[in-house]
Structure formats: structure tokens, C-alpha cells
């Protein structure tokens, strides 16, 4: 992770998703070739019709942003990476562990075998294999509160609906707004905690989650930025208005805390103007936060490291305690060299 500094003191923020993930399991890495971005397939090459846009549709279209441009002139030079190998996308296979809690303090990683599967648990962190609609009766086993909580709801979408249609497994149950707003979030807020929330760039997911969401969760928003999506040669993965069925340009991210939060709470956050990294070729495969969010956070005196917590969460990370119905997923040993 690094800033990328104008003039100004604003800058953008660059989250190297590999190296952030290494740099935190240590023996175990990433494969480079899930970072070796290509240009998605165009709806007529996926064989699916081009929707016709509504009047009334609020959905935004990924537009030009002069921030953008101007941040990655002062990117460094891409590193080379040579041609990718091919790589076998496990994370499409059936998911099938069942629910289950699991953690590990043993100071190293540790693996964890299911059937065929082996995933890898990292030191230092805890999970529920659980759907987040039962995070209600889970509240027992879980902190009071929490510093950090990062959340990538499955907000419903249409691409999600394809895919389901084209293979099951590539899909995953979604939420319309009513669900979310009965998860018990302020329940697990104090007023020094920071939530961090991904959404989509649907104009119609971003007016419920700023109107309906954050006040049933007891939430002030402290900023809202865009996260920008790079190919391998630091450029923006499609170009702006472009038709793509997968990957937009850019999502959301919106950073909120508590109501009864100091008023200024937060407020050097919104120095930072946007995020960018070369994400995933895994659909949703979203960076570490943590890294670029802890200099944000406000620790009780003599507290050394935040306690943490992922809702919606994938894969593991040290420091935080993960739900999700598939946690492990991309955990799967598969994904990583040793």
C-alpha cells in the first residue's frame, strides 16, 4: 500500500491486494496469475443481449473522473509479469463446508482439509462458517464490539443473476435491502468504531444504504470514495461507458461510524479521494482495508491492535474474526504457493 501525493494534502491511496495478503501470511502467497488482469468478455462475446437502459433507472454509468487520469500519471512504472500460466479456477467449484466455527492462535498457518479441499486458517484468526442472516444468535460468541468491521453485502444485481443461470456455483444468495437492515450492526459498534461498507456503483443500492441502512445501524457517514479497478499495465480496466458484463471501472466504498461518534471522527479520511489497485480476476475478491484504515482508528489506552470483524467475508485475515457461508473459499490452498 502506498499514497500517491498531489499538490495538495489530498491524495489517492494504491492497495496492492497481493502483497497486502502476503505480506500477512508470510510462507504462503498468492498466485500471481490471479492478478494478471485481462479485459472481460463484452456481452455479444458472452452471448447475452444488451439490456436496454430505463428513463427512470437510476443505475450510474462508470464515468470519466479527472482525478483518476491525473493519479495514474504519478503510478510507478507496472513491474513485469510475463505471460500468465494457466491456472485451474477452483474458487468456481462447488462449496460445500458445512457450518462450522473455527481459529487459530498457534502462531503460524494452519491448514484445515474438508473432502477433497484443503484451506489454510492464518494465525490469529477466527470464523464462522455461517450465513450472516444468523448473525443474530452468533452475537453471544462474538466481541461486544468492534473497532473495524468491513462488510461486502451481496447486494442483488442482474450480473449475478446470469451467471447463476449460466453455472449455479458461480453465483451466491443475495439481499435486498429489507435483510440488511434487520443484521444487528449497532450492536456491535462503540462510538470509536470504524465501518467500512463496498457497494455497488447502482445509484439505486447507494441511495438505500446512505438513506435506509446506515441510520437503522446507528451509523454516521464519515466519507465515500471510489475504489478504481487497474489491468496490469496501471490502466484503467475498461474505458469509461464501456458494456462489460463483469468488472465496472470502479465501485463503491463508504467509511461511516458511530452516531454518537465526536463530530470529527474520522475526518482526515476524507483527504483520501480514491482507491486503486489491480484487482482479482475472481469475481469479488476485494482488498485488505486494514492497512490504510488503522491510522484512522482510535484505540482504547494501552490497546495495541484493533479488533477487527468481516461480514459477507470470503477468505481470512490476521486480526479479524470472518462470517460468511463461504469463508473458507478462498482459502482453498489451490490459490497460493508455498
Known sequence: MFKLIKETDQYAIYLDHKNLINEAYKEFQLRQELFHFELKKTLKEFGAKKRKRK???????PQSD????????????????????????CWENSYSVPQLHGANKSGRMQRFQYQEDVYLIPDRACFYNHNVDQLPTLLPQLLPAYDLIVMDPPWRNKYIRRLKKAKKELGYGMMDTDQLALMPLSSLIHPRSLVAIWCTNSGQHQTALEQQLLPKWNLRLVHKLRWYKLNTDHQLITPPQADLIQKQPYEMLYVACHTNAAPDYGENLQKTQLLMNIPSIIHSHKPPLLEWLREHIVLEEGQKEPNC????????????????MEVLKLMNQELYNC
Open 55 to 61: 428513463a427512470n433507472d437510476k443505475e450510474s454509468e
Open 66 to 89: 479527472p482525478q483518476v487520469i491525473e493519479y495514474l500519471g504519478l503510478l510507478p512504472e507496472p513491474a513485469p509479469i510475463g505471460e500468465a500460466k494457466p491456472l485451474a479456477k
Open 309 to 324: 470483524l468481516e461480514l459477507f467475508a470470503r477468505y481470512l485475515q490476521p486480526q479479524f474474526t470472518s462470517i460468511g
